[in-house]
């Protein structure tokens, strides 16, 4: 046996399925701008990329329904006067979306209704979209915007000028302001929407209490030159990063927002691939997944005791540059989907890789999709920016399942959020567990006077013994016999054989020793000194005392072999000693010769 353990999960098992290709997203021409971004973003109604278009910047909105080889002249998300480098969709509203852009703008867009890339028109007849609102404050370039996951339109964007806004986008106005003072790599919102990670180019990890506006915790993060990326870990109070080591290596880390100086565990190494990690964290599942750029691979880890637990490695041929992943919402739970992500290839087409638990998928299964966040908000913006921290309401995977919609549920809201400080509430149950430790102080101890391993003496222990067992310790070794019999339930057969015959109720039967040992056995309340002078006579069996002789005949015997070893070894010893007077005579004779 190998003696391996193997971890239990549930997502032990989850394998990558790709697409083929006429069912990908094809004839795109995904943006080719270095701006280090994912370039796609996913909801349950639309994919959006990031468009190589000429005459200003301009992204693709394409309803996941209409897979294949998309037309070559589509309806564009036109505005921007500088290429997209990024956008972001509305949580709370499937239709709108953020945009941010080389030009220093951020561009608020609407899709239309029953929007189509196919529709019956002659292709100089498409008209593109506009935007519907418009936010300026930052004079160079917004390289990141992110919608807050809990309060309803707040808006993040970083920028170029080494600053994140937050801005209210019914107002149209910033309402606050960080300042970094480098360029932001990567930012990410907490659960209730009330803290803010950022990673930036010079290499420190930052923890904001944004309504403050100041860094909660600033701490270094990776050592490498290259970008490194943070995402929160949903409703827990850790952050998981990638980067790199100074030797180039990709690296991922898990930190503790109370105590961020180190990360949990250190750094782990994970190849040394030139490409940033992207890292997605899936709630539902408490899985993170690892898309790294320029590699076909996606990693996949559970959390598990404040540790990322390898699962597996979806492999593929073709790099990806760009990927987003789908909201939980959106995921095929007929199908035992998990997660869905949709990579770019070639910048020519998006493929859609779904992740399945491998079971049979008849009936709902409850325990791989728990209640996720729905399109209700927590709070509106300005509750948001009066200080209320709340988590958005939950909505039934089940309902989803059974095609009923999206319905609330009650009263589960807070339970995940038991499990953000589960490495230290779950120390407190540790001691009710011990608290059942006193049903083994007296089960298995109690038949413990059973020595029956003592009567295993040494031969010379049998020679001393065995003799006066015979005539003085008869009863008593019976005795021991019954005790050990009575330890279990057949104890009950000594008290039915008195019935077979009138003697059997002589008080001599029931003063033996064999009575007594039952007696104390049993109820412990018996004494026996009742006619105790009838022992001798009545409890001398013949059967024990033929059996001691043999038992003697067979010691003498060990003792007279005993005897013959013992002599055998002093003859061997004065032999030996005569040799050694040999020796140092010759010895003596040399000496006197030498000298």
């Keep these: 046996m190998s003696g391996r353990f193997v971890r239990s999960s549930k997502y032990r098992h989850v394998f990558g399925r790709p697409t083929r290709k006429e069912q990908c997203y094809d004839n795109l021409r995904v943006s080719k701008n270095a701006w280090d971004t994912n370039l796609v973003k996913a909801n349950p109604k639309y994919l959006s990329v990031n468009w190589e278009a000429g005459g200003g910047g301009a992204f693709a909105v394409i309803p996941l329904e209409e897979r294949g080889k998309l037309p070559e002249r589509i309806p564009l998300f036109r505005g921007h006067t500088a290429v997209v480098l990024d956008t972001d969709w509305n949580p709370f509203n499937d239709d709108l979306i953020a945009s941010g852009s080389d030009d220093g703008k951020v561009f608020l867009w609407r899709v239309p209704d029953n929007f189509t890339l196919r529709p019956d028109l002659d292709p100089d007849e498409i008209q593109d979209i506009a935007p519907v609102g418009k936010l300026s404050g930052h004079p160079k370039k ?3 915007v992110l919608f807050n996951p809990a309060a309803e339109n707040i808006l993040a964007t970083a920028s170029g000028d080494y600053t994140v806004k937050i801005w209210d986008i019914e107002a149209g106005a910033p309402k606050l302001t960080l300042n970094l003072g480098d360029i ?11 803290l803010l990670v950022t990673t930036s180019r010079d290499k420190k990890l930052r923890i904001w209490d944004v309504r403050q506006e100041r860094p909660a915790h600033e701490t270094q993060g990776h050592s490498g030159a290259k970008n490194s990326r943070a995402v929160w870990l ?20 898990l930190w503790d927002i109370r105590a961020p100086r180190e990360p949990i565990n ?16 899936d709630e539902g599942t408490q899985c993170l997944y690892l898309a790294g750029r320029g590699d076909g691979n996606i990693r996949y880890f559970e959390l598990e005791n404040d540790k990322f637990e390898y699962l597996a490695e979806y492999k593929s041929a073709d790099p990806q540059r760009g990927i987003a992943f789908m909201p939980k ?28 638990v491998p079971r049979r998928a008849e009936t709902f299964q409850d325990d791989i999709y728990p209640p996720t966040t729905g399109l209700k908000p927590a709070m509106g913006p300005s509750e948001w920016l009066a200080g209320k921290e709340a988590i958005p309401p939950k909505i039934s995977m089940a309902n989803l399942y059974e095609g009923e919609g999206l319905k609330e549920v009650t009263g589960v809201q807070d339970a995940p959020t038991s499990t953000m400080g589960a490495s ?3 120390a407190a149950p ?5 608290e059942p430790s006193p049903v083994k102080k007296a089960p298995e101890p109690t038949p413990e006077p059973t020595p029956v391993a003592k009567p295993a003496p040494s031969m010379k222990e049998q020679g ?11 009863d008593d070794e019976e005795a021991e016999t019954v005790e050990e019999d009575s330890s279990f339930e057949e104890v009950q057969k000594p008290v039915e054989r008195p019935a077979r015959s009138p003697e059997a109720s002589s008080p001599s039967i029931k003063t033996s020793p064999w009575h007594q040992k039952e007696e104390e056995v049993k109820s412990q309340a018996a004494s026996p000194a009742k006619s105790s002078p009838v022992i001798t006579p009545v409890a001398a069996p013949s059967d024990i005392s033929t059996g001691a002789a043999v038992a003697a005949d067979a010691v003498q015997r060990e003792i007279g072999a005993i005897k013959d070893l013992i002599a055998e070894q002093t003859k061997t010893i004065a032999s030996q000693a005569q040799q050694m007077q040999s020796l140092t005579a010759e010895i003596e004779s040399l000496k006197a010769k030498l000298g």
Aim: hydrophobic share 40%; charged share 20%.
């Design 234 to 253: 949903g409703e827990h109070d850790r952050i998981a990063t990638t980067g790199f080591s100074k030797m180039s290596d990709r690296q991922l880390a």
């Design 424 to 426: 230290e509430p779950e």
């Design 329 to 356: 919402r959106g995921v095929n739970t007929h199908d035992n989907e998990v997660a869905r992500a949709f990579k770019t290839v070639n910048d020519s087409y998006i493929e859609p890789i779904s992740f399945i």
């Design 430 to 434: 540790a001691p009710k567990a011990a």
């Design 464 to 474: 001393a013994s065995m003799a006066a067992m015979v005539s003085k310790f008869a």
């Design 184 to 194: 932001v790599q990567s930012q990410s919102w907490s659960a209730n929407g009330s």
């Design 142 to 144: 917004i390289g990141h």
């Design 266 to 281: 250190g750094f782990k190494t994970l190849d040394s691939i030139s490409g940033v990690c992207m890292p997605f964290w």
